[in-house]
Nanobody, 129 residues
Framework: QVQLVESGGGVVQAGGSLRLSCAAS????????MGWFRQAPGKEREFVAA????????????NYADSVKGRFTITRDSAKNTVYLQMNSLRPEDTAVYYC??????????????????WGQGTQVTVSS
């Protein structure tokens, strides 16, 4: 089993920044592919970013949804068993509950929610215009 706990959500004005954190426990962190998803009211959960497994600071390869490319950055810190999502230039359409997810695997190509086995409880991000 893997336990995931997100933090860092909040309310920010358009153009601002937030950094989300997700602390993992219960399994060797370096064996996990980590992902971020989000779900807005009335919409399906959608892929935001993923990072491949790997040791060392920064993690391995990354993958982003087109809507966040150039604005969001996913990183991982194996020393802290934590994955981060740095969100810059936030827009009102980024408003959603953000979820951290994990699965066994190697690369960052997993973008469908159903391909992840473990989920956090979610953290709300609200971007005001």
């Amino acid at each position: 089993q893997v336990q995931l706990v997100e933090s860092g959500g909040g309310v920010v004005q358009a153009g601002g920044s937030l950094r989300l954190s997700c602390a993992a426990s219960g399994r060797t962190f370096s064996t996990l592919v980590m992902g971020w998803f989000r779900q807005a009211p009335g919409k399906e959960r959608e892929f935001v970013a993923a990072i491949s497994r790997g040791g060392g600071r920064g993690g391995g390869s990354t993958n982003y949804a087109d809507s966040v490319k150039g604005r969001f950055t996913i990183t991982r810190d194996s020393a802290k068993n934590t994955v981060y999502l740095q969100m810059n230039s936030l827009r009102p359409e980024d408003t959603a509950v953000y979820y951290c997810a994990a699965r066994a695997g190697a690369n960052s190509h997993y973008t469908a929610p159903g391909t992840y086995d473990y989920w956090g409880q979610g953290t709300q991000v609200t971007v005001s215009s």
